[in-house]
């Protein structure tokens, strides 16, 4: 996941006029017709569809027709559990720990010490092309209701506070389970069996899928490099006993996006995965930590598991360990389908396929990468220093001479006193300045999912929002409202602007695809409408009128702006 500038995120970005909405209404209406005439096809490749990108140039002054024209234009389970596993989770039966940090809610027997092990985590993501796959018709036992829902139907039947309290980042668990009916759901999110259609669509090698062995501790790939044929891929699999990597399947698998969408409002971070499938008696990927919390599905088969002590806790870069400087497991076991295994980064670990079984399929579920405490502070203190630079005169004299060339211990006092001023100065701010961390999330996001053709996030619906209408925000998880220079102005006048960014229409196909461009979407008003904005963030309903703006005319257009990127509804 890599960082923006934020003068090029924001090059897109749709400050509307009255005459851009005016066109903007024009459209909508054309799209509302060809949608009654089921053309939603055509609709998509016509020019119609992008015009938005190529409307007309902002006009100093629209005259009063104009306005009448645009009013008048515009008319138009929690996972089931057995009742032994309740009682034992709440200490009603004598609880079973198996190792120290893990709690396991169902007794298992511990499988013997395995030679060789191999990894299910998420490694860097490629470069990849949507191929899709349908689902496989099974019902889903996870909740969908909300992020917070799903979230604790995921680690059912762990309570959210519980895994928050002792778990996150700070030690693995491990939740071993009996249920047949997740057991089914688990297997249907991703197969071998899959590999053989998505590799009849078009996958690549790198891209989409990586072949690879432990070879005496260390990673071996296997790639045959351009096209991936699942005969070849099989072929590997069964002779080679290689390990096929497949990376980011949310791209193609419609359950693993409503899964990691809903996770990526859930975390305020973005989700990423990648799938597993390993040869009974074979090891993928030689012991390492990663930069990024990690839950295990096991779809099919077993996967035993070891984990050791991170040498690096929370750590912030992938690292490969040599077997002989971790030492003894803390932590070892067997997962089978329906269990879920959860660790924080830097949680050192291998795994393998159990000898004599059938193969392996586990897909990892991976985040909060770059997400910590010291990424925000980094992420915050240019905004923080640009802002005060402006005030300060002292912050914008020069350096003494050549002390880039020298030394320099001998500044630390000084800016020691510049930083204590500027946490003086955060203190007493209310609101912080644009974050690349906020812009780039949103910006490489998941869209939010959907059944059939999506144009509720990109047609307006509903009536069409008047100064006496009453209106609300929709889509709330998957907006931000962010506060940054407006990159239309000379760096004399430039001023401060609130910009509107959503991932409404944002692409699943480049999800986590680092090599590939992305698009930005949103809207971008004076820092004036900011009263405004928090009022409609804020509030379940609001009466237009009441908008804090100083004009019946600006907080129309205000509305009418949201509403033709599918932010509000009238109600």
Not at 85 to 91: D, P, S, T, V, Y
Not at 114 to 142: C, D, F, H, I, Y
Not at 149 to 162: G, N
Not at 193 to 202: E, M, T
Request: glycine letters at 6%.
């Amino acid at each position: 996941m890599c960082l923006h500038p934020f003068g090029w995120f924001l090059i897109n970005f749709w400050s509307p006029t009255k005459e851009e909405i005016f066109w903007r209404m024009k459209e909508i209406r054309r799209e509302q017709r060809m949608l009654q005439h089921h053309e939603v096809e055509s609709l998509r490749t016509s020019n119609l569809w992008r015009r938005r990108r190529k409307m007309p140039p902002r006009e100093l002054h629209e005259s009063g027709s104009q306005e009448r024209k645009l009013a008048d234009d515009a008319v138009f389970t929690m996972c089931p559990s057995s009742r032994e596993r309740n009682l034992n989770f709440i200490g009603l039966l004598e609880p079973r720990f198996v190792f120290p940090h893990c709690f396991v809610l169902e007794e298992k027997i511990m499988p013997k010490k395995a030679k060789s092990a191999e990894n299910g985590t998420e490694e860097r993501p490629v470069p990849s092309k949507q191929v899709k796959v349908e689902a496989a018709g099974v019902p889903s036992t996870l909740n969908f209701d909300s992020p917070s829902a799903l979230f604790e139907s995921l680690i059912s039947p762990i309570k959210t506070e519980t895994f928050f309290k002792e778990f996150w980042e700070q030690k693995p668990l491990l939740i071993q389970r009996d249920d047949p009916a997740l057991e089914m759901y688990y297997q249907s999110l991703f197969r071998l069996a899959d590999l053989k259609s998505l590799c009849s669509q078009g996958l690549y090698y790198g891209r989409d899928v990586n072949v690879c062995r432990c070879v005496s501790g260390k990673k071996k790939v296997l790639n045959k490099g351009g096209k991936a044929h699942f005969l070849q891929l099989r072929k590997d699999f069964d002779h080679k006993r290689a390990t096929i990597q497949f990376h980011q399947p949310q791209r193609f698998k419609d359950e693993l996006w409503r899964i990691q969408e809903k996770l990526e409002c859930y975390f305020g971070s973005l989700v990423g995965s990648n799938v597993y499938i390993t040869p009974a008696g074979a090891q993928g990927l030689p012991p390492h930590y990663d930069d990024v919390e990690v839950f295990i599905l096991q779809l099919e088969g077993q996967k035993h598991w070891r984990l050791y002590h991170p040498t690096v806790p929370l750590a912030r870069e992938y690292s490969v360990e040599a077997e002989d400087r971790i030492g003894w497991p803390t932590h070892e076991f067997t997962l089978k389908p329906g269990d879920l295994l959860y660790f924080p980064r830097g949680t050192i670990h291998q795994a393998d396929t159990p000898p004599g079984l059938a193969h392996s399929t586990h897909v990892t579920i991976s985040t909060y990468q770059n997400n910590s405490w010291g990424d925000f502070l980094l992420d915050t203190i240019s905004g923080l220093v640009s802002d005060a630079a402006k005030q300060d005169v002292e912050l914008r004299a020069g350096i003494p001479r050549q002390l880039l060339l020298v030394e320099t211990t001998n500044v630390a006092t000084k800016l020691s006193g510049y930083l204590r001023m500027l946490a003086d100065r955060l203190e007493g701010t209310k609101e912080l300045l644009s974050s690349d961390m906020k812009k780039d999330f949103v910006m490489s996001r998941l869209p939010p999912f959907y059944v059939g053709d999506g144009t509720e996030f990109s047609i307006p619906g509903g009536a069409l929002p008047r100064l006496d209408s009453k209106v609300r925000l929709q889509f709330k998880d998957y907006i931000v409202l962010i506060i940054g220079p407006d990159q239309d102005g000379s760096d004399e006048t430039r001023e401060n602007m609130v910009y509107i960014c959503h991932c409404l229409k944002n692409s699943r196909e480049t999800h986590m695809m680092e090599n590939e461009e992305k698009e930005t979407h949103g809207l971008r008003f004076p820092l004036s409408h900011l009263n405004a904005l928090k009022q409609i963030w804020n509030s379940s309903a609001i009466s237009v009128k009441d908008l804090q703006l100083h004009t019946d005319e600006e907080k129309e257009s205000l509305v009418l702006s949201l509403w033709t990127e599918c932010l509000i509804e009238v109600v």
